[in-house]
């Protein structure tokens, strides 16, 4: 059974840090195009960046462009999201699971089968 386990999260001040780290046990990992997506209350759960197998391409939506940088150590299963720049509007559940990027859009799949806990990050004004 896939687990995915994200951490990291928390209580920041607007212009703040924080770096989430997911982690995927009982599935090959470094096959699979990875992503983070976010949902805030109210709103639909929307893609944030995604990282191909490799590490050698990488994207992001719009909004946390320039800001956040998504990164992964096959070696560990484990991909991360380092948020620099953070804003009131960042403020959400941050889950992570595989990708794929269709057209320039991250779409998350099924291959894993389920979603983590997510991670709860809160950017305070």
């Known amino acids: 059974q896939v687990q995915l386990v994200e951490s990291g999260g928390g209580l920041v001040q607007a212009g703040g840090s924080l770096r989430l780290s997911c982690t995927v046990s009982?599935?090959?990992?470094?096959?699979?195009?990875m992503g983070w997506f976010r949902q805030a209350p109210g709103k639909e759960r929307e893609p944030v960046a995604a990282i191909i197998w490799s590490g050698g391409s990488t994207y992001y939506a719009d909004s946390v462009k320039g800001r956040f940088t998504i990164s992964r150590d096959n070696v560990k299963n484990t991909v991360y999201l380092q948020m620099n720049g953070l804003k009131v509007e960042d403020t959400a559940v941050y889950y992570c699971n595989a990708a794929k990027v269709v057209a320039g859009q991250i779409l998350p799949t099924s291959i894993f089968g389920s979603w983590g806990q997510g991670a709860q990050v809160t950017v305070s004004s």
């Open positions: 009982g599935r090959t990992f470094s096959s699979y195009t």
